[in-house]
């Protein structure tokens, strides 16, 4: 039985969509996870982290990027923390008011992933999860030793108001790639 040369090209075209969709399924969902608070951070600090990360050619994850309407918040995100190779941390001032954040955090941290800590605009001695009725026991124990654990990781520190924008990407950049190479030679 002969075939035509369009029933031959379609059947590569479909050899060649489900190799590469073998190759997606594969590779890890992101290199670098971005935590970060949304409201002090998404239009400045991560979301120039994430651009600068994607030109260099690695996979960032950044929930505002990364993520479409109908996504589950946990589905997506979870999974993406536990498949990284590094994790970034960009502590803010309110940053220690959100659920998520210390969720994340914390998952980064039992995950044992390389963390880089991005201190933006707060000391780490001014980071403390305050005890409350949203959080049972557990969870605070669990949220306060990861934020006790990233404060004491060295990490870099950045003024919004004061900092060089352009330094500051390079040195993040930086940062996140050897911490990748060293995940990579491990």
């Known amino acids: ?25 594969t590779q890890p969902s992101c290199d670098v996870f971005i935590n970060h608070r949304g409201i002090d951070t998404k239009r400045n600090v991560a979301g120039l982290l994430y651009d600068y990360l994607s030109v260099l050619k690695l996979r960032p994850f950044l929930d505002s990027k990364s993520m479409k309407p109908g996504d589950k918040l946990f ?32 998952l980064i941290m039992e995950s044992k992933k390389k963390v880089i800590p991005i201190f933006c605009d707060v000391k780490p001695s001014e980071l403390r999860v305050s005890p409350s009725e949203r959080y049972l026991p557990k969870e605070l124990r669990r949220f306060a030793w990861a934020l006790e654990e990233a404060k004491y990781t060295v990490g870099l520190t950045f003024d919004s108001s004061k900092g060089d924008w352009s330094k500051f990407l390079l040195s993040a950049g930086d940062a996140v790639v050897k911490n990748l190479l060293e995940v990579e030679e491990e």
Do not use: W
């Open 1 to 25: 039985m002969q075939y035509s040369s369009s029933a031959k090209n379609v059947c590569r075209q479909i050899l060649r969509h489900q190799n590469h969709l073998q190759t997606i399924k």
């Open 75 to 106: 589905e997506k995100i979870d999974p993406a923390i536990r498949n990284c190779k590094v994790g970034i941390a960009v502590f803010s001032p309110r940053y220690c008011e959100s659920y998520f954040c210390l969720h994340e955090l914390s």
